[in-house]
């Protein structure tokens, strides 16, 4: 018996084996875990452990490119995409760069790195040390442009310190330290020190955050708001007496600071604003928006 197709049922058919055998496009919404930062053009590169890939990509656009570290010993823990949608990935203390088609080339680090920023110029490494060790390296070779450091800072083992970073528009950097919520600010073209800057909170003083085991919140730039924003986990800062996770938005205009509740838990991991909505990583692994406002 012979079986006649019409043309739809050839095109229908057609469609489902190619459907079939298309890999499945990974989904940051669904998926994103780990370490990520949004990029002021909104993109965001998430690390995805199982097809051992960086991927670009954004809200409206999907993924935009990859690429592949599956020949790196360890997995990634923080990385840049350059223009070409190549990586400078960081593992402990080696700095490495990733071509798509696979090869790389690794630089030696001194300390580990606690943070990491960029913009178009470069990008910018915050080791963890006891006083802010700061450095701002090229695209091109991942050689270092200019750093910052407190020199009597012994060589010697100490306490690692997380000094959060982020570098704005106008390519100065700020950098938040230990408890406080002051903001020290760079000129990111010689790496010279501006001064700090410091926040009223309700006509007072803000107060300082309290640690214990935990490391401070990330650090964010709110594009074209003069603003930076810091998680907050309400446990860092008993005198709100609420729970949860609050973002501090920091107002370098009018100097002055305010704890804004997202409604999530303290497991969530903040990534950065995009627009007007706060990023973040659910602990089970996604993306969660809150919008925002200053």
Request: glycine share 10%; proline share 5%.
């Amino acid at each position: 018996m012979k079986l006649h197709l019409g043309p739809i049922a050839v095109f229908m058919l057609v469609l489902s084996t190619a459907q079939a055998f298309a890999a499945p496009t990974w989904d940051p919404v669904k998926k994103a875990s780990g370490w990520a930062r949004v990029d002021k053009d909104g993109s965001i590169a998430f690390y995805d452990p199982a097809s051992k890939k960086i991927y670009s990509w954004m809200r409206e656009g999907g993924i935009l490119g990859e690429v592949d570290v599956s020949r790196l010993d360890q997995a990634p823990e923080k990385w840049v995409l350059d223009f070409a949608f190549n990586a400078w990935v960081i593992t402990g203390r080696n700095l490495t760069y990733v071509e798509k088609n696979g090869k790389n080339f690794t630089v030696k680090l001194p300390y580990e790195v606690g943070d990491l920023a960029w913009d178009a110029h470069g990008f910018y490494l915050s080791y963890k040390t006891p006083e802010p060790y700061v450095e701002m390296r090229g695209y091109d070779s991942g050689s270092v442009v200019w750093y910052i450091r407190n020199r009597a800072m012994k060589e010697e083992p100490a306490p690692a310190v997380l000094h959060r970073l982020i570098v704005n528009e106008d390519k100065f950097l700020f950098i938040g330290s230990r408890n406080s919520l002051q903001l020290e600010q760079i000129d990111g073209t010689n790496g010279r020190l501006k001064g700090a800057t410091a926040f009223a909170f309700n006509g007072g003083l803000t107060p300082n955050l309290t640690l214990g085991s935990q490391d401070r919140g990330a650090m964010a730039w709110w594009l074209n708001m003069n603003t930076a924003v810091s998680a907050v986990p309400a446990s860092q800062l008993p005198a709100l007496r609420q729970g949860g996770l609050f973002l501090a938005i920091e107002n370098l205009a009018n100097t002055t600071v305010e704890f804004v509740p997202t409604g999530l838990s303290e497991q969530h991991s903040f990534i950065g604003i995009l627009e007007a909505d706060a990023v973040f990583i659910a602990p089970g692994g996604g993306l969660v928006f809150v919008p925002v406002k200053n």
